[in-house]
């Protein structure tokens, strides 16, 4: 049986690169290629894939929020990469290879048979390894502060101060405290980078740190608002609920 393979990366040659290496390979099929996130976990639920070679940074959904996405679809993952900061987490779960740019042909080789080695002895207990791996990353990954730009100076904010972000057309409010500020970027985009197990999206409109959520409260026909320690009261939309409780 052949390894079905996908190749993901945002720079059309180092995808060239991947295929060419794989060209000639009698036991892997290359079934899809992706230039983004977003088609990378359409093409991954789609064909299930024995193997994944996955870039970490890439506009929009960057690798680490295609494996979480995508995570009950995923077999092998192999990151290529040129950045080598999650190298040593990737090797202490032991459940993925790292291929960091620029690699050559035998460093490719020998990640190939590791891959075949793996998928024969495979335990069973890859998919554990992995959510493990992708929690691992993504914490390490997650914004930690903001620069503010304001009046001619640049300060910088700690993310942990805010309490709530309000989307404001392409722009983004921040409140932490008894301060406001106002910074260029899209909501959504602005939701990737944060910590997902400390931010959450209530509302299309609204995100809120979860530290600082005092109550959450019932009001009349299955609606709910969301008490923050500050005083503010924020809707809460239905569809965000369970995933806020």
């Known amino acids: 049986m052949k390894i079905r393979t996908i190749i993901v990366d945002d720079e059309r040659h180092a995808r060239q690169k991947i295929r060419s290496l794989l060209a000639g390979k009698n036991d892997v099929e290359i079934v899809r290629e992706c230039a983004n996130g977003d ?10 894939p024995d193997l994944i ?4 940074q890439m506009p929009g959904r960057s690798g680490f929020d295609v494996l ?18 999650y190298a040593l987490q990737a090797f202490e779960v032991q459940a993925l290879d790292y291929l960091l740019k620029p690699f050559d042909r035998d460093r490719f080789e020998k990640t190939l048979d590791r891959v075949r080695e793996r998928m024969q002895n495979d335990s069973g207990d890859l998919q ?4 493990a791996l992708v929690e691992q990353m993504h914490e390490s990954d997650a914004l930690q502060r903001l620069m503010i730009k304001s009046a001619g100076r640049i300060t910088f904010l700690r993310v942990d101060e805010i309490d709530w ?8 409010r921040i409140h932490a405290g008894r301060e406001t500020h106002l910074i260029r970027e899209t909501m959504n ?18 995100i809120v740190n979860i530290e600082a959520v005092a109550e959450v409260r019932a009001l009349f026909h299955g ?3 969301v008490l ?10 239905r569809a965000y609920r369970d995933r806020l409780l």
Not at 189 to 206: C, N, Q, S, Y
């Open 39 to 48: 088609d990378a976990v359409r093409a991954i639920r789609e064909t299930r």
């Open 53 to 56: 070679f996955l870039d970490v």
């Open 68 to 85: 979480r996405d995508a995570a009950d679809d995923v077999k092998h993952i192999v990151f290529v990469t040129a950045h080598d900061q």
């Open 128 to 131: 554990a390894k992995l959510r």
């Open 165 to 172: 972000l309000e989307a404001a057309d392409n722009y983004v």
């Open 189 to 206: 985009h602005l939701e990737t980078r944060l910590d997902k197990r400390k931010f959450v999206r209530i509302h299309r409109g609204a």
């Open 223 to 225: 609606d709910h608002s």
């Open 228 to 237: 923050l320690r500050t005083g503010v009261s924020l809707p809460l939309g």
